[in-house]
């Protein structure tokens, strides 16, 4: 049997083609690859999202715009990979009223070593040149973290200030063992 009697067999024009074309979908493949990574290394990827309780008040470095309430808006918490904390002021709408971004220090602070899964971790975030510490509270089935119909993990503002004394000491005792072992 002939090469040019088999069916299977490719010309190598057809394999030129095929070839080009695959290229040619490489290129496409790792611009859409490229294109899609590129920002998460300079921005970040969004790690967590959390909601201000409403019990909680604003952080000190986010202003309520004149006319508005605290019951009047809602801030969401974004943690990115990179390192930024970005807080979003957000009206009864869901218009964007602000976007604030504040520095996250070091890693989140925890009362109990090893940490549970389902307990909070302590944030120290200055917004502004305000250094805050924000309870970060994940999700738990039947705790009432239902807003507006949706499941979300929320977030206070810690104002209890023998609290803030423990998650400060634990922080500077935590950075002290740090150093010690270098």
Not at 71 to 89: E, N, R
Not at 90 to 115: C, F, S, W
Request: some cysteine; proline content about 5%.
């Amino acid at each position: 049997m002939y090469a040019c009697q088999r069916k299977d067999v490719v010309s190598s024009s057809e394999m030129s083609v095929m070839l080009k074309m695959l290229l040619h979908l490489k290129r496409w493949t790792i611009l859409v690859i490229a294109g899609c990574v590129f920002p998460c290394l300079l921005a970040g990827c969004l790690e967590s999202t959390f909601n201000l309780a409403s019990d909680s008040r604003l952080p000190r470095g986010l202003v309520t715009p004149s006319g508005f309430t605290r019951d009047d808006v809602s801030v969401t918490l974004d943690f990115y990979s990179s390192g930024p904390a970005q807080f979003t002021l957000r009206d009864k709408n869901g218009k964007k009223l602000a976007k604030v971004t504040g520095e996250v220090k070091g890693d989140p602070i925890y009362l109990k070593t090893p940490p549970d899964p389902l307990a909070s971790g302590y944030e120290v975030i200055v917004i502004n040149g305000v250094t805050e510490i924000m309870e970060c509270i994940p999700y738990r089935d039947n705790a009432n973290m239902v807003q507006n119909g949706k499941i979300v993990a929320l977030f206070k503002v810690v104002d209890d200030p023998a609290l803030k004394k423990v998650l400060l000491a634990g922080r500077e005792r935590t950075k002290t063992i740090a150093d010690s072992d270098r």
